[in-house]
């Protein structure tokens, strides 16, 4: 047992934040056999936000959670309608003009930008340790997403996007996000997201799941890879800070490498496997150094 109260905090965000990355990490295994039943990708992010969503609404009607309102409302829907949607689309797009390998390393800058953005607007200055940690982090990610690093400027411009966007959607969402709590402020997110994807399919037309198992799919996308994983990520950064969650959310790569072996038969190399090693570390390290800033009655109710 931890006696100190600012461990007991860090430990569970910790925590929060390790279940975050196995349900996003997750996503792509599962996206694969959605792929694989003909579903295309305007519909599976229109079905994943949409069941998603309303799994919560009902939730938080069950449990009585009052519904965010005024400003926090407002900027609730933009992260999900802008913030989300954006960063989805740059991300996406950019596979056409870059090797997966190159375009999931651009987006894995976001821990470094989070981390360097939260200390120039905290005014506060970056310790060694934690600067030491999202460099590893960054360096195992390389190696760990692996493959071709081949890419068209635009496909490294669009990268380098979504990174950005996903970087300012998390700052923002440490600032936004508590005053409604993790439930009520996901489900406000994902039913943003959802009507503009909703849009998408009405014009471009649908592709759902045709069997089972796809329909299957898309609800592991929808409930673990996306409500559990959203909640789950700011329940940790209430705890940690946006700048120690993004970093630590560089597991979802070694999920993602790990199930593919277990599910799809993909090889596991020896550089994927010293990326792996390299990013669990800089976990450790970042789950052992709390600044004890971050005290239990500053968070929203449990999730």
């Known amino acids: 047992m931890l006696a100190d109260p600012a461990a007991r905090v860090r430990l569970t965000g910790v925590a929060f934040i390790v279940t975050s990355a196995a349900g996003f990490g997750a996503m792509p295994i599962f996206a694969k056999l959605a792929y694989a039943d003909g579903v295309d990708l305007p519909s599976m992010l229109f079905l994943r936000f949409a069941l998603a969503g309303g799994a919560m609404a009902l ?42 390998g190159l375009t999931a390393l651009l987006l894995y800058l976001y821990p470094a930008i989070v981390t360097v953005l939260s200390a120039l607007l905290a005014r506060r200055r970056l310790s060694a340790l934690r600067m030491s940690a999202v460099a590893a982090a960054l360096f195992g990610t390389g190696l760990a997403v692996g493959g071709s690093l081949a890419g068209s400027a635009l496909g490294i411009l ?5 990174a950005l966007i996903y970087s300012v959607y998390i ?31 009405l014009w471009r037309g649908a592709a759902l799941p045709a069997s089972p198992a796809a329909w299957a799919a898309v609800g592991s996308i929808a ?27 560089t597991l979802e790569p070694v999920v993602t490498v790990v199930l593919a072996a277990i599910f799809l038969g993909e090889a596991i190399g020896p550089w994927q496997s010293v990326g792996g090693a390299i990013i669990l570390g800089a976990v450790i ?3 052992r150094a709390g600044d004890g800033k971050r005290q239990p009655a500053t968070l929203p109710p449990p999730a």
Not at 158 to 162: H, I, Q
Not at 231 to 246: E, H, N, T, V
């Open 59 to 100: 939730l938080m009607q069950w449990r009585g959670i009052a519904w965010p309102r005024g400003r926090n409302l407002w900027q609730l829907l933009a992260m999900g309608a802008i913030g989300y949607v954006g960063e989805s689309y740059c991300y996406f797009a950019a596979l056409q003009y870059a090797s997966a």
């Open 158 to 162: 669009l990268g380098v996007a979504a």
């Open 171 to 201: 700052l923002v969402g440490e600032r936004v996000t508590p005053v409604s709590g993790a439930i009520a402020s996901a489900t406000v997110i994902m039913l943003a997201a959802a009507a503009v994807f909703a849009l998408i399919v």
């Open 223 to 249: 409930m673990l890879s996306t409500a559990v994983a959203i909640i789950s990520f700011f329940a940790g950064m209430a705890r940690l800070g946006a700048a120690d969650a993004a970093t630590l959310s």
């Open 285 to 287: 390290v970042l789950a």
